[in-house]
């Protein structure tokens, strides 16, 4: 059983930064790629960036260039740093994982870019 417990959510003028953070209960965080999603009003949740055990990161392409994705294994924590925010990053932000084929999802966090 996997907990994943996220914050950092908030308001924020367009072009502003937020950090989000997403503290992973359990062993092997360090085993498993991390990933976020986010999900606005009507619209169906998509896939944000994503972090390999190993360091690799992706991105989808709205958001490259603007957000990391980084880790620290010792923390089982996953971040989000958010730069130059635009109103259509507006939507509840989730993290995720996978273990043993069984998916994981945090309680979400919102975010809400005004312009």
């Known amino acids: 059983q996997v907990q994943l417990v996220e914050s950092g959510g908030g308001l924020v003028q367009a072009g502003g930064s937020l950090r989000l953070s997403c503290v992973a209960s359990?062993?092997?965080?360090?085993?498993?790629?991390m990933a976020w999603y986010r999900q606005a009003p009507g619209k169906q949740r998509e896939l944000v960036a994503v972090?390999?055990?190993?360091?690799?990161?992706n991105y989808t392409d709205s958001v490259k260039g603007r957000f990391t994705i980084s880790r620290t294994n010792a923390k089982n924590t996953v971040y989000l740093q958010m730069n130059s925010l635009k109103p259509e990053d507006t939507a509840v932000y989730y993290c995720?994982?996978?273990?043993?084929?069984?998916?994981?999802w945090g309680q979400g966090t919102q975010v809400t870019v005004s312009s």
């Open positions: 995720a994982t996978d273990r043993y084929g069984v998916r994981y």
């Open positions: 359990g062993s092997g965080f360090s085993r498993n790629a």
């Open positions: 972090i390999t055990s190993g360091g690799i990161t």
